[in-house]
């Protein structure tokens, strides 16, 4: 009978145990979640913000995309530049403006993508404050984790695909803009990175 009641408060314990550890783990994921939707609200009332000061003092349209293009990069090192793509658009009361670079090695592509969304606030706000909730994650697949590149008013996220090699970066700075910059045969995140820093950030996030 000792036999049998001690096997039943040890069975007793482990679940117990395993419930409180369950308990702990949801908890912790409740957190998170109510932490996300808090800087979620955060980033949309900064953005908010950001745009009512704009609006006073007339600043409510996209740059033309000439302009936008003087913010790519001029080269990375190495590498074989391709002519600056960009446009401007306007449609239906919408307007925002798009500039684009590559830069070639052999068989090596990386892409420079910058969007002045400041005509079209209420398209991409919400991507832009998305970017700024701080994921962190890493798998079998990939490393996703958050990054500012030590910039004020710049907010982002760096992917790394560890089996195709891919290394991608998207960056909101002065909830204004976006950038994307990936490269592919890459051993980690360190050249989409320093492309990024070469784009006059500090600048873009005072815009």
Partial sequence: MKTFVTALLGAALLTGCEQAQQAKESYSALSKLKEAGENLEANMDQAKTQREERVKRGDTLSLPYKELQAFLPTEVSGYTAANPTGQSMKMSGIAFSTAGRDFTKDSVTVKTELIDYNGANQLYQ???????LGMESEDDEQITKSTTLGIKGASGMA?????????????????????????????????????????????????
């Fill in 126 to 132: 919400g991507a832009s404050a998305m970017l700024g």
């Fill in 159 to 207: 992917t790394y695909r560890k089996k195709d090699r891919q290394a991608e970066l998207m960056l909101a700075v002065g909830n204004r803009f976006l950038i994307k910059v990936s490269a592919d045969k890459q051993p980690d995140l360190e050249l989409v990175e320093s492309v990024a820093k070469q784009m006059q950030l500090e600048k873009l996030a005072e815009m």
